[in-house]
């Protein structure tokens, strides 16, 4: 059995404004179309024969978004939450021991980062079932990507001897190099991308990760074997898996075995770590432009433009980087887009909200977002997935006033109880201990007017909830504690 194995983390700071890290870019639609980049990473597996049930390995504060794009797709598998970033030799360590424990020591696991984008998912799925005869055989397959250019952002690998079809020794891995070097590697033809993609029998990636990084592999075990479930997430233990080196794959086993090979892989492939990036995914016109949403262009060269909501429009330009959202816009010359990592760190260090975490919240029973805001008033508009059940609460500052404009709500509030509908309202005063869900089978979607004293998210008391979040947890996309949802 191929068990996928999906790498969630990361917040990917360098495409914001649109990735942040309350919703990072592997949550969002940045390849075209409106599949987020884990739901079309999940969906270029389809046609592999003697799949199993992915397992996802992410952060607390994703756990829903990942659960609600996994089922989504297809995939009831488990998901594995780490308390704390560790890089990827300990996050797939993680996720042999949970295959092995139940799918046995022939499970193989593909290890797919989700944030990369893959045109050509047909030569994809075959340059997988080339590689599989390599690992069936005890060696761990890495997916080396054929350069088209000489990139300077991607680590590379030499590749060898021919082992099978498309399948060659690993010689060496090299670093990032130098536009010069690049250019070399790519006029040689056996140099390709590290693509951050693997394959192997779970049993001979924990074997090689005992062997060559002890510390790590006894500090996962520890913490697996703590591991407490809830619902479809595994909670690794907190102390033990802190307390485990970070260090990826790369430098913790694959540098230090002979048992690695390399399968070539040529499928219009690309990680999606730039905006310059997304762009060649998403494709230009014949000016070199990529725009996406709402955008005009006049006598513009080589821009990347993406409007979220805004008709933008942009003249004269040429090689800019334009992407607004609701509430930042981004305008920077593509010779910088590497400094926008940094730049983001700035606006974090400032107090900057829009650093992290976006206007629209996500929840495991829907989304919210603001519509404005002034002294003692606050407008949202709440969207309510079919069957979405708010936790039970009340507020010690702020009444609130509930306006249905789509779909049925099913309204408790103190002993009352009612069912609301399209142009219907109701109004819950200050202190009332209420609820929210939609029993209908479409979206629900309501204006909530908020007026009181103080109206920060931290002012709640939740009494019971659904999804097993206690009173002041933090919130489910990395905002402040106890969101009031």
């Not at 080396?144 to 099978?164: K, L, Q």
Request: hydrophobic share 40%.
């Amino acid at each position: 059995m191929l068990v996928p194995v999906l790498l969630a983390g990361g917040t990917g700071t360098r495409l914001w404004p649109a990735s942040r890290q309350s919703r990072p870019k592997q949550f969002l639609p940045l390849a075209g179309g409106e599949t987020s980049l884990l739901s079309a990473t999940l969906e270029r597996l389809q046609t592999l024969d003697d799949l199993g049930d992915a397992l996802a390995i992410g952060s607390e504060a994703h756990r829903f978004v990942i659960a609600e794009q996994m089922h989504g797709a297809g995939h009831n598998g488990r998901i594995i939450l780490e308390p704390a970033p560790r890089n990827t030799a300990a996050a797939v360590a993680a996720a042999a021991f949970e295959a092995r424990a139940r799918h046995g020591d022939e499970v193989e696991l593909l290890v797919l980062p989700t944030d990369h984008a893959v045109t050509d998912q047909a030569e994809f799925v075959a340059t997988i079932q080339r590689a599989r005869a390599a690992t069936g055989a005890g060696r761990l397959a890495l997916f080396g990507v054929t350069p088209d250019r000489p990139e300077t952002g991607y680590g590379y690998i030499r590749a060898g001897a021919p082992v099978s079809e498309g399948v060659r020794v690993v010689d060496a891995f090299v670093e990032k190099p130098d536009r010069a070097t690049a250019e070399q590697f790519l006029a040689a033809g056996d140099h390709y991308w590290n693509s951050g993609m693997f394959m192997f029998r779970a049993v001979d990636y924990l074997e090689l990760l005992a062997e060559h990084a002890r510390d790590i592999f006894d500090g996962v075990a520890a913490a697996y074997e703590k591991a407490t479930t809830d619902i479809d997430f595994l909670r690794l233990d907190k102390a033990s898996f802190e307390a485990v080196r970070s260090d990826s794959i790369d430098y913790a086993v694959m540098e230090k075995t002979d048992r690695a090979v390399m399968a070539e892989l040529d499928a219009a492939w690309s990680d999606l770590g730039s905006w310059s990036a997304v762009a060649r995914a998403v494709g230009v016109d014949a000016r070199g432009n990529s725009a996406t949403g709402d955008v005009w262009l006049e006598d513009a060269d080589d821009c990347v433009v993406r409007s979220e909501g805004r008709l933008v429009a942009a003249l004269g330009t040429r090689d800019q980087i334009i992407i607004e959202t609701p509430d930042a816009v981004l305008v920077a010359d593509r010779s910088r887009e590497q400094d926008i990592k940094a730049l983001v760190k700035n606006l974090d260090a400032a107090g900057r909200s829009e650093a992290t975490a976006h206007r629209k919240s996500y929840r495991p029973w829907g989304s919210y977002q603001q519509i404005a805001a002034g002294p003692r008033f606050q407008v949202k508009h709440i969207r309510v997935t079919p069957g979405g059940r708010l936790s039970l609460q009340s507020h010690h500052h702020r009444a609130e006033h509930w306006i249905v404009v789509r779909g049925t709500a099913k309204v408790t509030c103190d002993e009352r109880e009612m069912l609301l509908t399209e142009n219907q309202s109701t109004y819950i005063p200050l202190g009332a201990v209420h609820r929210l869900e939609n029993p209908g089978k479409v979206e629900l979607d309501l204006i909530e007017v908020q007026s009181g004293s103080y109206l920060g998210e931290d002012d709640i008391v939740r009494y019971d909830d659904v999804y097993g979040r206690p009173e002041l947890e933090e919130d489910d996309t990395g905002a402040a504690p106890g969101t009031g949802a």
